[in-house]
């Protein structure tokens, strides 16, 4: 069984910046799949961004340029560094673990960002 825990949101002002975290629990993180995911209120869950096992990353077209992922695999991490931030980003951030075995997904609990004007 695999546990998420996201960390780092909160509330920043337009042009602000943070870093989202996201520990797995278990050991098959450095052979899975990772993504951040976000959902606005009345709105569908989007894919942010997302990263490889072996680091290949691709991103929204609303996020590219702005946003980096990147992974720790030592530290069973994965990380959403959002810079440059605009209002629409305002949402819930999850992460996603895709199970290269084909053994499932799993979520975190999310966490809220928001960004004022």
């Known amino acids: 069984q695999v546990q998420l825990v996201e960390s780092g949101g909160g509330l920043v002002q337009a042009g602000g910046s943070l870093r989202l975290s996201c520990a797995a629990s278990?050991?098959?993180?450095?052979?899975?799949?990772m993504g951040w995911y976000r959902q606005a209120p009345g709105k569908q869950r989007q894919t942010v961004a997302v990263i490889t096992s072996g680091g290949v990353t691709v991103y929204a077209d609303s996020v590219r340029g702005r946003f980096t992922i990147s992974r720790d695999n030592a530290k069973n991490t994965v990380y959403l560094q959002m810079n440059s931030l605009k209002p629409e980003d305002t949402a819930v951030y999850y992460c996603k673990l895709t199970d290269s075995r084909g053994r499932g997904d799993y979520w975190g609990q999310g966490t809220q960002v928001t960004v004022s004007s």
């Open positions: 278990g050991t098959i993180f450095s052979i899975s799949f």
